[in-house]
Nanobody
Framework: VQLQASGGGLVQAGGSLRLSCAASGTIFSIWDVGWYRQAPGKQRELVAHITSRGNTNYADSVKGRFTISRDNAKNTVYLQMNSLKPEDTAVYYC???????WGQGTLVTVSS
């Protein structure tokens, strides 16, 4: 099983990005998936989570700005990030929940 994260980049504060996490080698629809981030010098934290049934939850810091979604036909989970802030700067990782299967990370940099 492999996860491929993509979509990061440099954006100004207030801008938007959409991250993608594509899975291969598994029946993707059965998995809960999480997006995490790790900023320099900080611990990795959960940003958003989506269950196999499509239920979602978010960290308080991103509620109302980020939206997690999934397209099982494409084996992909997305993280739409709007109204980005400099404090959102981090490497973002996707993970199949309750496993050690992680994507390689994609860097998001938000300039002020």
């Amino acid at each position: 099983v492999q996860l491929q994260a993509s979509g990061g980049g440099l954006v100004q504060a207030g801008g938007s990005l959409r991250l993608s996490c594509a899975a291969s080698g598994t029946i993707f629809s059965i998995w809960d998936v999480g997006w995490y981030r790790q900023a320099p010098g900080k611990q990795r934290e959960l940003v958003a989570h989506i269950t196999s049934r499509g239920n979602t939850n978010y960290a308080d810091s991103v509620k109302g700005r980020f939206t997690i979604s999934r397209d099982n036909a494409k084996n992909t989970v997305y993280l739409q990030m709007n109204s980005l802030k400099p404090e959102d700067t981090a490497v973002y990782y996707c993970n199949l929940k309750f496993t050690d299967i992680w994507g390689q990370g994609t860097l998001v940099t938000v300039s002020s």
